[in-house]
């Protein structure tokens, strides 16, 4: 169902019965009740269980049948078999692997978290001449935009208030210290309850470590996602990544080793495009980002060159992405024509990229999908409507789908492929976290 339908996000036995069954199924709650009242299958009638558990084995096994002719019409069924069932056995056994955590260092962080927010919330009482509950968006809004005085770029749609959210911030910052205050405290405040606060509660007791889940069937990209807690976004860069990753351990005698895929996504872009000036760079193993800069700001940029790298490198995923000029001018701060100019140099340099980008978003809208290098397929009916907004939408998703699709092929893959070889030598290694392209 996943591989058939990417886009739904549910794939339960209800929704399928329903859709190609026309069957409504028992609900799980009418056999075991809800709320206070809930008990466990165990506790039930088996009168009442068996209807249910025949139900449930008579509708998967219909659906089973009327799916797979679905997946091999599709020609899906090489996917299926070669990547996505060999990839459940390896993640039920990193899930129940785990990783290690040491307590002590997210504690140490915690604290430090305290002390700095403490320090925060001073400032910007100072900064605002009262103190009010920063984490009140009614009382910020108050401080912002009525004793300040600035002026509120958007409100919220629930309540129609004006908007304190990050974007709004963000936008703020340059114009007064308190809205910059306001979004480091928010981000710190954010570190120390979702992380630092929450992840010691999460340890399992009989095993000492964390045991997420790996969900298969979310992602319409074909990535994985982690939740319970999600793992796979502990903050790793900043100044604040290198202190959290010291918080996840190897056991005794043990290492903890990651293998990160260097630029996947712009190699793969590389190969599927063609483009020579793209292949050359690679195969010389030039750094991708650095001659980007070179291309697209020249010699006289006036930028020293980690900033330009770390703008090149923007601009390259904003190609893949499909970003237009006026949201790559705020991510690199500058003119909507500015950033124009950035593009269109890059595809002077990219002629290959540009003609492979507008022939798979035209395929796209042909077919009614969009396809990684495996087959994995992706439905884009934005592309055929007629609000531009939709279509632009539609396009990026184009875009995107064969490059970020076909990466998270090839790892999945690499996962299926380096569980067997670990099995097959005997090794003690063993995979216990996979985070996008690492």
């Not at 169902?1 to 028992?26: C, F, I, R």
């Not at 009242?37 to 039930?44: A, C, E, F, I, P």
Request: aromatic fraction near 6%; glycine fraction near 6%.
């Amino acid at each position: 169902s996943y591989l058939l339908e990417p886009n739904w996000g549910k794939h339960n036995l209800e929704k399928l019965a329903l859709t190609y069954l026309q069957t409504t199924k028992t609900p799980y709650d009418e056999v075991v009740g809800k709320g206070k009242s809930q008990v466990t299958m165990d506790k039930v009638a088996v009168e009442r269980v068996v209807p249910y558990a025949c139900q449930d084995a008579d509708l998967a096994l219909r659906l089973g049948g009327l799916l797979w002719d679905k997946v091999r019409e599709r020609k899906l069924d090489n996917l299926y078999a070669s990547v996505e069932r060999p990839l459940i056995e390896v993640l039920a056994e990193m899930e129940m692997a785990g990783v290690g955590v040491d307590p002590t260092v997210l504690a140490e962080l915690s604290a430090r978290f305290g002390k700095d927010l403490s320090g925060l919330e001073g400032r910007i009482h100072e900064l605002a001449g009262q103190e009010f509950n920063i984490n009140s968006p009614k009382q910020l809004s108050d401080i912002l935009f009525h004793k300040l005085g600035l002026r509120s770029p958007r409100k919220t749609k629930v309540t129609g208030s004006l908007s304190t959210s990050m974007e709004v911030l963000e936008e703020l910052a340059p114009l007064h210290p308190l809205a910059d205050l306001v979004l480091k405290y928010r981000t710190l405040a954010k570190l120390k309850s979702t992380y630092a606060d929450a992840l010691p509660a999460l340890i399992n007791p009989a095993t000492g470590r964390i045991h997420t889940s790996y969900n298969q069937t979310v992602a319409a990209t074909g990535r994985l996602s982690s939740s319970d807690p999600n793992l796979q976004n502990i903050p790793a860069r900043g100044e604040w990544g290198p202190e959290f990753r010291k918080a996840f351990i190897a056991d005794d005698g043990c290492s903890l080793l990651a293998a990160d895929y260097a630029q996947i996504e712009l190699r793969i872009l590389a190969h599927l495009s063609g483009d020579k000036a793209l292949c050359a760079s690679f195969r010389a193993d030039r750094d991708i980002h650095a001659e980007t800069a070179r291309q697209v700001f020249g010699a006289a940029s006036g930028l020293f060159p980690e900033d330009e790298r770390r703008k090149a490198k923007v601009i390259n995923f904003s190609i893949i992405y499909g970003t237009s000029a006026f949201s790559l001018a705020k991510e690199l701060g500058t003119a909507p024509a500015e950033a124009q100019k950035f593009i269109d140099r890059y595809f002077d340099e990219h002629p290959q990229v540009r003609e492979y980008l507008d022939r798979i978003v035209e395929e796209a809208r042909v077919r009614g999908t969009a396809e990684t290098l495996f087959g994995r397929q992706r439905q884009v009916p934005e592309l055929r409507v007629a609000d531009r907004m939709t279509r632009e939408a539609g396009r990026r998703i184009a875009l995107n789908t064969p490059i970020q699709g076909t990466a998270a092929d090839i790892i999945k893959l690499a996962m299926v492929r380096i569980h067997a070889e670990l099995r097959k030598r005997r090794l003690r290694a063993r995979m216990i976290l996979q985070v996008h392209d690492e």
